[in-house]
């Protein structure tokens, strides 16, 4: 029964990161930023993406407590 609810929990939370990580890249054009790379995860972009974006997702979404740490992408 652990091993079904850890699997189920970790499948809904790899999802709703998947559709915030979506839902930035299509709002690149609005906000002014170039998706490179949806990594389902993270996303690589040419420029910054404005917090304004990351609160657009955020709402759209009902996920107020997602955070998006930048990396450098060397």
């Not at 709703?16 to 990580?21: D, S, T, Y």
């Amino acid at each position: 029964q652990w091993d079904f609810q850890r699997k189920l929990a970790a499948f809904l939370l790899q999802g709703r990161e998947a559709a915030f990580i979506h839902t930035l890249t299509a709002l690149g054009d609005k906000h002014g930023f170039a998706p490179i790379s949806n990594e389902h995860d993270g996303l690589v972009v040419r420029g910054r993406i404005p917090e304004a974006a990351i609160e657009e997702a955020r709402r759209e979404l009902d996920m107020p407590y997602v955070k998006l740490p930048q990396k450098p992408f060397l």
